[in-house]
């Protein structure tokens, strides 16, 4: 919405990352539009969306990328990430090897990344409990090691994603201010 350029205090990038088929899409479409789609389309990714959300008294507007299926060839490239004072590093809960990939991920991030990066580690698809591989705790044992903050989500059922973005977007603002 650009009608929120000239009012917006702050106006920051942060990016989506983590395996093929976690639901970051889905994830960003919950956030940004309230939307989620049932079939996933890795290639026809949107570049990025925005959402605005205030914080105290401020009005920040977060520009939030998305990969267009590249993390399928590992082929995201440092301008992905140039820039991004966020990440929302996403694993699926009923794919561990989604989960073990998650130091790959860091990796990349420390390497392309600024090294004060907020990250929130999202642990989705919690609506599939029967189908779990990575317990909450493992989610959390991780993410304390790392310094990371931690959330189990569903983009389908609409739990907890907003409270991840927020989280990150919280973290951002207190970084920046
Ligand atoms: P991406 O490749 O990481 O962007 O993943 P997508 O957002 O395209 O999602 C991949 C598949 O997982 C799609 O079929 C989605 O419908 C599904 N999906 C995404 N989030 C969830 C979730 O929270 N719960 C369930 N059950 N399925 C999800
Ligand atoms: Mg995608």
């Not at 082929?75 to 990939?101: C, H, M, P, Q, W």
């Not at 990796?107 to 409990?129: C, H, P, Q, T, Y």
């Amino acid at each position: 919405d650009d009608s929120f350029d000239e009012e917006c205090d702050y106006l920051f990038k942060a990016v989506l990352i983590g395996d093929s088929a976690v639901g970051k899409s889905n994830l960003l479409s919950r956030f940004a539009k309230d939307e989620f789609y049932l079939d996933s389309k890795p290639t026809i990714g949107v570049e990025f969306a925005y959402r605005s959300v205030k914080v105290g008294d401020k009005l920040i507007k977060a520009q939030i990328w998305d990969t267009a299926g590249q993390e399928r060839f590992r082929a995201i490239t440092s301008s992905y990430y140039r820039g991004a004072l966020g990440a929302i590093l996403v694993y699926d809960i009923t794919r561990k090897t989604t989960f073990e990939n998650l130091k790959k991920w860091l990796r990349e991030l420390r390497e392309f990344a600024a090294s004060d990066i907020v990250i929130v580690l999202v642990g989705n698809k919690s609506d599939l409990n029967q189908s779990r591989q990575v317990e909450v705790e493992d989610g959390q044992s991780f993410a304390q090691l790392e310094g990371l903050s931690f959330l189990e989500t569903s983009a389908k059922e609409k739990l907890n994603v907003e409270e991840a973005f927020l989280e990150m977007i919280n973290k951002i603002y207190n970084v920046m201010s």
